[in-house]
């Protein structure tokens, strides 16, 4: 979120799977994520920014995309900036090393993020790498990397604003990794208990970003009870509305998994798409 | 009109898309200065400038990765990998992005790049510079897999490729590249992705290739031609999606099917091709329907290679056998 609200509209936004927060800051409408979640490529109709990537469920393979992105907008000379957001699992891959690399060379309009939770899936962070930090593998690829306080999002607001500035004036890419944890599950099919112990996860609910973001503002006396109920009750409204229009969403004919595979369904495939419609007529 | 070797033929392609469309960018490994390790990209550096022509770091998935970020912006990518045996990388990105990106954007998306690798045995290069792996591209959807078997069609299927809306890995056989020769009128006129071409008509069976084999086949068309076997051969040229109608229309016609490759004999694109005869062509069917292909094992280093690709003799008996078949 903090990172998504630094960006423009032409901005580039290449996300993972754990970015709701910065989907929904992008225009990204709850009801089409749910869709997706749901199981109906429907939620893959993104009512964000045309050029922006859909979610990567491969985890760091949109990684040199990015850098084809960033390649695309400095070729064109357009101002905008890609920016990249992956998780600390994706700074085990190759991918994530090649674009760096091929960014660090080219000096490309591009920001990868890393969203360190510590946890990739059930494997720690000290299982990835041995390196102390996740910022200095920008070192080998010759630009700045910076850790910031993922869990503070003013800091991560800032960090993203100084690095998507340092890239939209052309002075390269840079990383920037937020430090944070992942206080959930990592989906609703895993139980976390099975590789680490809820003692320690309780210690982190201290740290949680909006507990803090919320202490820091009443502390600035610029929040207080009625506030959090009129905003809590607004989204309660809003999850509510949206999760209506996702249940109310019509069901699909199955031949419609024919449809954007080519410009134009190739002959050879017409014949698949007429079985499929025949089975589902009959 | 200039007659020119296959290689020429990609260049002159590649210097009139890019001279004809701003949004061409060709990248790879020494595709620069030095103009490709087969000097398919000669001369384009120097022409179109480092921006449009630039050498990458050596990483294939980077390549590949590239080419969908580009292409999803609008520009028209045109990676090289060096070998198709280093295409391997780009594999994830080809089946999880490149050919579903329109699919995964329902639309919004897309991905008009062209991924070019030369394949193939015979140069006598060393391990992994010989492969040939068609069908594990063939197998996945969203993509088109093209090769050419000539100068002229080299020149009018990559600018086809190049053209055409959706991603595009384009073959291009080591052993053509200086061993076929071609007119070639660098005319800007592209072939259709969407149909065989019939390289010889003839009457008793069909034969059906793709790439470089095609030379052994059209020269086992003659051979059997001098036996009184009237042999027609069909270059398949697009692999993915590929031309079941021209194939249907020709095995009714002569009702015996040999099918060549240079891959690998199992899983291999002959064996769909042998399925659709099974269940569309059965009875136009006067013999079973037959393979010769690679051999299912690790292509050989080039003492051997020759005895490893498809000969002009092992294509004969095959015909022949088709055609005595009772």
């Known amino acids: 979120m903090g990172v998504a609200s630094a960006m423009r509209q032409e901005d580039v936004l290449l996300p993972s799977y754990r970015d709701n927060g910065a989907l929904l800051w992008r225009g990204v ?89 510590q946890w990739a899936i059930s494997v720690p962070l000290k299982l990835q790498t041995a390196a102390q930090t996740l910022a200095q593998k920008a070192i080998a690829a010759g630009f700045y990397g910076e850790q910031v306080d993922g869990n503070d999002i003013v800091a991560v607001r800032e960090a993203a604003n100084e690095a998507i500035d340092h890239a939209r004036r052309g002075c390269g890419p840079r990383l920037i990794e937020a430090l944070t944890y992942r206080l959930g599950d990592h989906t609703t099919a895993d139980d976390a208990a099975r590789y680490r112990l809820p003692q320690d996860v ?51 004919a199955p031949e419609t998994m024919f449809e954007h595979l080519y410009k134009d369904l190739p002959a050879v495939y017409a014949a698949q798409r007429e079985e499929l419609e025949g089975l589902a007529n009959a | 009109m200039p007659e020119v070797t296959l290689v020429d033929a990609i260049n002159l392609v590649l210097a009139r898309a890019m001279q004809d469309d701003p949004n061409v960018i060709v990248f790879g490994e020494d595709v620069g200065i030095n103009g490709g390790v087969f000097r398919a990209t000669a001369g384009l550096q120097q022409r179109f400038g480092p921006e449009r022509v630039l050498d990458t770091p050596l990483a294939e998935l980077l390549i590949s990765g590239l080419c969908v970020g580009m292409a999803s912006q609008g520009l028209k990518p045109v990676g090289e990998i060096q070998f198709m045996g280093f295409i391997y990388p780009c594999i994830d990105q080809l089946v999880n992005h490149a050919s579903r990106l329109r699919h995964r954007t329902q639309g919004r998306l897309s991905c008009p790049m062209v991924l070019r690798a030369p394949c193939g045995a015979g140069i006598r290069a060393p391990e992994h510079h010989s492969e040939h792996t068609e069908a594990m591209l ?103 999606p590929y031309d079941a109608e021209t194939i249907l229309a020709s095995v009714a016609k002569t009702g015996r099917c040999v099918i060549v490759h240079e891959a690998a004999r199992t899983g291999g694109l002959g064996a769909e091709i042998a399925a659709l005869l099974a269940e569309r062509g059965l009875t136009s069917l006067l013999a079973p329907v037959a393979r010769v292909a690679g051999y299912d094992t690790v292509i050989p280093l080039p003492r051997l290679e020759q005895s490893y690709i498809p000969s002009i003799n092992r294509i004969v008996s095959a015909a022949r056998r088709a055609c005595r078949f009772t």
């Open chain 2, 138 to 240: 063939t197998h996945i959807p969203g993509l088109r897999v093209v090769i050419p078997s000539s100068p002229e069609r080299a020149y009018g299927l990559l600018l086809a490729a190049i053209h055409d809306p959706d991603p595009v890995v384009f073959l291009e056989p080591t052993r053509l590249y200086r061993g076929a020769r071609g007119l070639v009128d660098d005319n800007g006129e592209a072939l259709s992705l969407d149909v065989a071409f019939v390289l010889r008509e003839g009457r008793d069976v069909t034969l059906i290739g793709w790439g470089a084999i095609l030379k052994e086949t059209l020269a086992a068309a003659e051979a059997l031609a001098d036996e009184g076997i009237s042999a027609e051969v069909i270059d398949l040229a697009t692999l993915k």
């Open chain 1, 202 to 252: 309780q210690m982190r609910w201290k740290e949680e970003p909006i507990a803090r973001l919320r202490a820091y503002l009443v502390s600035q006396k610029a929040w207080g009870k009625a506030e959090e109920e009129e905003l809590s009750s607004h989204c309660q409204r809003e999850i509510d509305a949206a999760v209506e229009r996702y249940l109310a969403t019509s069901s699909r």
């Open chain 1, 29 to 117: 409408k709850m009801e089409e994520i749910l869709l997706y979640w749901g199981g109906d490529e429907r939620g893959n109709l993104s009512s964000g920014p045309p050029h922006d990537f859909p979610f990567c469920i491969p985890v760091g393979s949109q990684a040199p995309h990015a850098a084809g992105v960033a390649y695309a907008l400095k070729f064109r000379k357009q101002q905008g900036v890609a920016v990249c957001l992956l998780g600390d699992g994706a700074t085990s891959k190759g991918d994530m090393y090649e674009a760096m690399n091929f960014a660090g060379v080219h000096r490309l309009p591009v920001v990868f993020v890393v969203n360190n939770n």
